[in-house]
């Protein structure tokens, strides 16, 4: 069953002449007929009563008049619906390792899928993501071990590891994980803009007491030093796919907790793209990965 169909079966239906629907259709009358016909014998029913001069609907006709207006209606609702949320632009922020796996390609996809939103990329600390997000400086934000009421929120079901870098080959690349004994006895190099509440920072309130401790900013830049002064690297295992990471391996710290991934809305009520991407985000990560 077609869609014009159903707008050409409302319209003979309210003209009560076929003439003069087709007339108001720009159809031939025997070609507006014909999709009358073909309605009747799919429904198995009349739907008009025809006399010489005018139509009437037969009961069944009435019932499926009133059908056929909501569904027309419905249709049309939805279509405004969607063009006027189709535009918009959005940008979304997430801490380094916070993003859930299949975050990037999604976002490309809902990009082709909605060409008219533009979007706009930030990447930073967990306590720079944590100012934007208490600043709402950004819609949509991917965090881990950050908890805040905001609008809306999705709980990925993924989680982000803290361990160390090391060099392939060092003595605790053989093993699956590293305990905090073995860092406590370690030179580390750890991250800048931890959050408060992430495994990093439970982490390095432990070890800087007794650690030597270099801070880095770009990780890029101190995967040489690994390879030459055995330090290790305190950090999330999406770093080893960074350039300059060859020939460096990722061990998970084996007692601490890992932090979860949510992805955050804080744009208003208002803000109809916003409304898209949290729905199809939610469509994918509803589920346990």
């Not at 419905?74 to 390792?97: D, M, P, Y």
């Not at 931890?194 to 900013?217: F, W």
């Not at 770009?218 to 030459?228: A, M």
Request: charged residues 20%; hydrophobic residues 40%.
């Amino acid at each position: 069953m077609e869609l014009d169909n159903l707008r050409n079966f409302i319209k003979v239906a309210d003209s009560r002449n076929i003439t003069k629907a087709a007339e108001q259709l720009h159809l031939s009358q025997p070609t507006l007929s014909r999709q009358i016909r073909s309605l009747e014998d799919m429904l198995g029913k009349p739907l008009f009563e025809r006399s010489f001069h005018k139509l009437s609907l037969t009961a069944e006709g009435a019932i499926f008049y009133t059908r056929a207006k909501e569904i027309v209606q419905l249709v049309n609702r939805s279509v405004s619906e969607v063009s006027n949320k189709g535009s918009g632009h959005l940008t979304i922020a997430s801490a380094f390792g916070a993003q859930p796996a299949g975050f990037d390609i999604l976002i490309e996809s809902f990009m082709s899928t909605c060409p008219d939103i533009t979007i706009t990329m930030q990447n930073g600390t967990d306590c720079e993501i944590t100012n934007i997000l208490g600043s709402k400086a950004a819609d949509i934000i991917c965090c881990a071990g950050i908890q805040c009421n905001t609008i809306e929120k999705i709980d990925t079901h993924y989680h982000r590891v803290l361990g160390v870098l090391m060099r392939e080959g060092d003595r605790q690349s053989n093993n699956s994980s590293i305990s905090l004994e073995d860092l406590s006895k370690s030179r580390l190099m750890c991250p800048d803009g931890v959050g408060s509440n992430t495994a990093a920072a439970k982490l390095l309130s432990v070890l800087l007491p007794g650690s030597i401790c270099v801070r880095y900013d770009d990780p890029g830049s101190v995967f040489s030093w690994i390879s030459k002064d055995s330090l290790y690297l305190v950090g999330y295992e999406y770093l080893i796919k960074k350039p300059g990471a060859a020939g460096v391996c990722f061990r998970p710290i084996d007692t601490l907790e890992p932090d979860d991934i949510f992805i955050y809305r804080t744009s208003s009520v208002d803000n109809p793209a916003a409304d898209m991407l949290m729905q199809f985000l939610s469509s994918f990560y509803a589920l346990d990965p």
